[in-house]
């Protein structure tokens, strides 16, 4: 076990001096086989500009391509400014499609200069491609796949199979279609090496199988993979005619992406990835400073809110004390039902992520849970805070007055009332949000606390205005 630990940590200088005494050899590639591609693309990264250029021109394109899927954007857009755009071209050409669309996109300008360098073939399908939303399960379609017609042997299909397969990057399931080519079946590899030499594709396909239209929402489909357990979902156009796959890596992808932009819009940062190698001041701020302007505005209106309540706390000796005894208090109000707001605002969230079709009854049997549970919660909260008033009250006051209980009384039920509104509003906020076509994340953890805590202090003031003002006057 410790020689393949040992082994495995050297993988890297192992690399680096293959590919150092070999960079010219013709042989190189074959050299590098043993090793994974990730791998080998983390060595290249670390290489000087002159050795990355011979490097990707010993190669093959084929590998060049794979060794290309493996590094990050930025990477790729590097290694294509010391390499002649022409051979970009040429490896971006034999590139997945889905990853030469990524890149291209990634590359704006630069990847419109090299575009018009691929063939007309590729070009036209990456074209294709990139004309799918960011959000539609077509911008992560993929032709490296393998498909058959209905009506040969299965001796034939393996023929077929055994001279693609070296083509293309997946061959765990077979796609049948017609002579139209339309999606009519599938059938796994394995079954079709099982089956019987002389038996016919038709007899022993499937037909039954989810499939799904490039406008297809992407976090659709990957929730339709998970609760099917395929590894992989074919894509069809209008007509029923096979458009490409959608593969289990690309699943992860669109997982990996979807939670971390829930991630950064649930903490208020806006679009965008949270890197922190390649982040700089100016992006921290673009992406921070919109959603903190208008928590800013939300926020004046709790200024504004207690503006309003201000003439009458200032009025008298009396209505200071108790603008002073609120004081004390609402930090802890604001903060419990803020708090209580996120936990529902998540589980909501969490619903609509893994169930994309509302379901009415679940809905309101959710909103009528949550709704109990402010209840609840507020009860327990309230009453510990009745308590922390009226031991606090024995403990500094010589004599407990009727406005001191009625105080405690007041600030218990206001809690009361906040954790059952912000409990009920985080629940709901995000069911409008998906209503509206809104990504529910947006309804992050500051905005709906900021909408809390507008709630809770009117209601907070209000009923102090109300009860409170009259006998502290």
Do not use: C
Request: charged residues 25%; negative net charge; hydrophobic residues 45%.
């Amino acid at each position: 076990m410790e020689e393949f630990l040992e082994k495995n940590y050297d993988f890297k200088n192992e690399i680096i001096s293959l590919i150092s005494e070999n960079i010219n050899s013709n042989n190189l590639e074959t050299l590098l086989e043993e090793y994974h591609l990730y791998d080998i693309s983390r060595v290249i990264i670390d290489f000087e500009d002159k050795e990355i250029v011979t490097f990707f021109n010993t190669v093959s394109l084929e590998f060049a391509a794979e060794i290309f899927e493996y590094l990050e954007q930025d990477e790729a857009k590097y290694f294509l400014k010391i390499i002649k755009e022409e051979t970009g071209a040429k490896i971006i050409t034999e590139m997945d499609l889905d990853d030469a669309v990524d890149l291209l996109k990634y590359l704006k300008k630069t990847g419109m200069r090299i575009l018009k360098r691929i063939n007309q073939e590729k070009r036209k399908e990456i074209l294709k491609l990139m004309l799918y939303e960011e959000d539609e399960i077509g911008a992560y379609l993929t032709d490296s796949f393998l498909s058959i017609k209905s009506d040969i042997s299965v001796k034939e299909a393996m023929k077929q199979i055994t001279s693609l397969a070296h083509d293309v990057d997946y061959i765990s399931i077979i796609y049948v279609v017609d002579e139209h080519e339309l999606l009519i079946g599938y059938i796994k590899l394995k079954d079709l090496i099982v089956a019987r030499a002389n038996e016919m594709i038709f007899e022993i396909m499937k037909e039954r199988f989810p499939r799904v239209y490039p406008t297809d929402d992407k976090e659709y489909v990957a929730s339709l993979m998970q609760q099917t357990s395929e590894s992989s979902i074919p894509i069809i156009n209008e007509d029923g005619r096979l458009e490409g796959i959608i593969t289990h890596d690309d699943l992860i992808d669109i997982i990996s992406l979807a939670q971390e932009e829930d991630y950064t819009r649930f903490a208020g940062l806006g679009e965008g990835e949270i890197r922190l190698d390649t982040s700089t001041l100016r992006k921290s701020i673009s992406a921070r400073l919109p959603w903190l302007s208008i928590l800013l505005l939300l926020s004046m209106v709790t200024s504004i809110i207690l503006s309003f309540f201000e003439g009458s706390l200032s009025g008298s000796d009396g209505a200071r004390l108790l603008a002073t005894r609120l004081a004390i208090y609402l930090p802890l109000i604001l903060d419990m039902s803020g708090n209580t707001g996120t936990q529902s605002l998540a589980v909501m969230i969490r619903y609509l992520t893994k169930n994309p079709e509302v379901d009415s009854a679940k809905i309101k049997k959710h909103i009528y849970r949550e709704f109990r549970t402010g209840l609840l919660q507020g009860l327990f909260i309230g009453t510990s805070i009745f308590l922390m008033i009226t031991i606090t009250n024995q403990l500094s006051l010589d004599l407990i007055t009727r406005k001191d209980n009625l105080y405690a009384i007041v600030t218990a039920f206001s809690i009361l009332v906040a954790l059952i509104v912000s409990t009920t509003l985080g629940a709901f906020v995000p069911l409008v949000m998906n209503k509206l076509k809104i990504d529910p994340a947006v309804a992050s953890g500051p905005f709906i606390t900021t909408i809390s805590d507008i709630i809770t202090l009117s209601i907070y003031y209000t009923i102090a205005m109300l009860l409170l003002l009259p006998l502290f006057q």
